[in-house]
């Protein structure tokens, strides 16, 4: 994790260096209000939506607009700088998405498929999750520029599809993305009768470790099990002959750890094409039990707050474990991408980000460190079949 603070701030250092003389910021509209007044000179506001405006400003401008804010406000930032215009608008319309992605009710939140869940949750299997976290660890790296990267993909697609085998309402697809070589995983069961609302279970199939990501990553919390509570999940609809209503997709998501990359190109692409996605849960790390009195801990930032309540009261009914909240202060998986789309997200986590499994990202992130078996996971397994089975139907 501390490699990618550090590029970003290497990203950031040399963006100020190389700063053209305008500059468009987007700032806060209440903000602006208030120290527009003691500027010395008139700031024309010259779009505005979302509560924030767009100025132009040259560089220096922007310095003595952030010593007002600091002088008048007594407080840090409220803008961002961008390059253009356009740049500007396209942040405050994303700003705008985000905030929707937060607060928005996306779905019935009712809890009433007792007679389909129950049977489903009791049929997961620890056994199953755990061979599937071992053979995914075994690629010697499932970083998103390898070639072993590549193969792990296809072999998640293969697992999948050799799951779905007697299913003509499923199809499993490959999805390529056009800088990196390694595919995204697409698993397809179309709905009965409401087919255009979409439900999402997912989480990332890449891996990393070492100075240049290339080293042995087995990544067998971050993220084999991910994959793997997914393909239990998986495993124990097809094995029940589970017909949504609602179309369902489970997707494994290449290049996560260089960037959201994956996730970022189906979600963008999913807005563009105005695709009804009415939930979306992402597993990234549900291994390793970090947290004492807390079996399930939701990330209440970058996720969908009523979303996040219902899958609460989802575990209550049918995972019966502690759970609570904690946060990751950043956009720390795929779930991000699908709320800077728009669209209602969650991620549910092994432990509170004070107790996390500091052996990620190396060659030491295996089962055997994580405590050597997938009870943990299973908890995640049962929980994704029900969340699954209640928003689809
Ligand atoms: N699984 C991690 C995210 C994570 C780690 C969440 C610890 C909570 C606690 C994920 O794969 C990851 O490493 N994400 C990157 C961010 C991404 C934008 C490159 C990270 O956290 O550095
Ligand atoms: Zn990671």
Not at 116 to 123: D, F, I, N, R, T
Not at 147 to 176: C, F, M, P
């Amino acid at each position: 994790m501390k490699k990618f603070i550090a590029l970003t701030a290497l990203t950031l250092s040399a963006a100020t260096f190389a700063a053209p003389r305008a500059q468009w910021l987007t700032v806060d509209s209440q903000i602006l209000n208030k120290v527009s007044p003691k500027m010395n000179k008139a700031m024309p506001v010259l779009f505005s939506a979302q509560g924030a405006s767009v100025v132009q400003m040259t560089p220096l401008e922007v310095e003595a607009l952030s010593a007002t804010i600091h002088n008048e406000l007594h407080r840090c930032g409220g803008f961002m700088a961008h390059d253009s215009l356009e740049e500007a608008q396209a942040a405050l319309a994303s700003t705008g998405d985000t905030a929707f992605a937060q607060k928005a009710i996306f779905a019935d939140y009712s809890i009433d498929q007792a007679r389909l869940v129950k049977p489903m949750v009791a049929a997961v299997a620890e056994r199953s999750i755990r061979d599937t976290i071992i053979k995914l660890s075994e690629f010697k790296t499932r970083y998103y520029k390898s070639e072993t990267g590549v193969q792990s993909s296809q072999y998640i697609r293969d697992t999948w599809a050799a799951l779905a085998k007697n299913r003509s309402d499923v199809k499993v697809e490959l999805v390529a993305h056009k800088n990196f070589p390694q595919p995204s995983i697409v698993m397809t069961i179309q709905g009965s009768d409401k087919a255009s609302e979409i439900v999402i279970l997912g989480g990332h199939a890449d891996s990393i470790s070492g100075m240049f990501g290339t080293g042995r990553s087995p990544g067998s919390d971050d993220n084999a099990s991910g994959i793997a509570t997914i393909t239990e999940v998986i495993r124990v609809m097809m094995s029940s002959d589970f017909k949504p209503r609602r179309t369902i997709q489970f997707m494994g998501y290449a290049g996560e750890e260089a960037g959201l990359l994956g996730s970022k190109d189906i979600a963008t692409s999913y807005k563009n094409r105005a695709q009804q996605v009415i939930g979306v849960m992402q597993l990234d790390m549900t291994l390793r039990k970090g947290t004492v009195d807390k079996d399930i801990v939701m990330m209440s930032d970058f996720t969908n707050a009523a979303q996040n309540e219902f899958i609460g009261k989802i575990i209550d009914e049918y995972v019966k474990v502690p759970w609570g909240y904690s946060k990751c202060g950043y956009g720390c998986s795929d779930h991000a991408s699908w709320t800077a789309n728009g669209y209602p997200a969650s991620i549910p986590f092994e432990s509170t980000m004070g107790d996390i499994n500091h052996n990620i990202h190396t060659d030491k992130d295996t089962l055997e460190n994580a405590g050597g078996d997938a009870m943990h996971a299973a908890k995640f397994a049962r929980l994704g079949v029900a969340f699954m089975t209640e928003l689809a139907n």
